[in-house]
């Protein structure tokens, strides 16, 4: 399992980068967990955007999934200047009506729903998802494969419960909106401690943070979250690589 770090700002992108998306590969099965503004770009830096075979969702705030509509328009384009016929699935919940039917688009664009009561199957992926506490329906998740596994909170504000869902995973995807002593919890954000912190209750391999602020110095955030968490700790930026191997 290859997983590539396609956009890792929060709420806006960096200059010429990208917020939230994550690319998981695995037996030639391509698949983005997320879909923020920029990230259509920045992932043909990694593959041809027709051999993308699937995008998962974690929740409908536009840093998350602002380049839905720009997939569509590839396919439509690939559609009419190439005859390419390729449906692309998209995954996300039913909790925002709205939201979810906005991702199908055409019969170029599919919307399935997921849930929390079973496993999604992506191609050679389980997923098994967990509500976060964030001020919209948002779901963190648990992608596998038979080589090992990732635990990806999405967004949301410290949870001790989430632990238990990412249970020894190869890698923790955290998000670490702020520095230790902020508290982000009203607005459903971690910061660096309680990142930190969540690795080390679930026992995670490592931990890479994610969905990082806008101001500061990032090294710190490392620093702050090796406090409470003893494994490898490193900040996400665009074309970070991880191969699992089991």
């Known amino acids: 399992m290859k997983i590539t770090v396609i956009g890792y700002w929060h709420g806006y992108p960096g200059a010429g980068e990208a917020t939230s998306g994550y690319l998981f590969e695995e037996e030639g099965y391509k698949m983005l967990v997320d879909c923020g503004s920029g990230v259509v770009s920045s992932l043909q830096q990694y593959i041809d955007l027709k051999e993308l075979d699937s995008v998962v969702l974690s929740h409908y705030h536009n840093d998350h999934i602002a380049d839905i509509g720009v997939l569509h328009y590839h396919r439509v384009l690939s559609y009419y200047g190439e005859g390419f016929e390729k449906p692309l699935t998209i995954y996300g919940h039913q909790e925002d009506s709205q939201g ?21 199957m992506a191609g050679p992926f389980t997923i098994t998802f967990v509500k976060t506490s964030h001020p919209v329906a948002c779901y963190g998740m648990r992608i596998s494969t038979e080589k090992g596994s990732v635990f990806y909170t999405a967004d949301t504000g410290y949870m001790p419960a989430l632990a238990s869902h990412a249970q020894h995973c190869d890698l923790m995807i955290a998000e670490c909106s702020l520095f230790a002593g902020q508290d982000g919890t009203a607005a459903g954000h971690m910061n660096s401690h309680e990142a930190g912190k969540l690795a080390d209750a679930a026992k995670a391999k490592e931990l890479l943070l994610t969905h990082l602020p806008h101001f500061g110095n990032h090294k710190q955030l490392v620093s702050e979250a090796k406090e409470y968490f003893q494994g490898n700790v490193e900040t996400a930026h665009a074309g970070w690589k991880k191969t699992i191997e089991q």
């Open 100 to 120: 979810f039917s906005a991702l199908s688009y055409k019969n170029l664009a599919a919307a399935f729903p997921y849930t929390d009561q079973a496993p999604l």
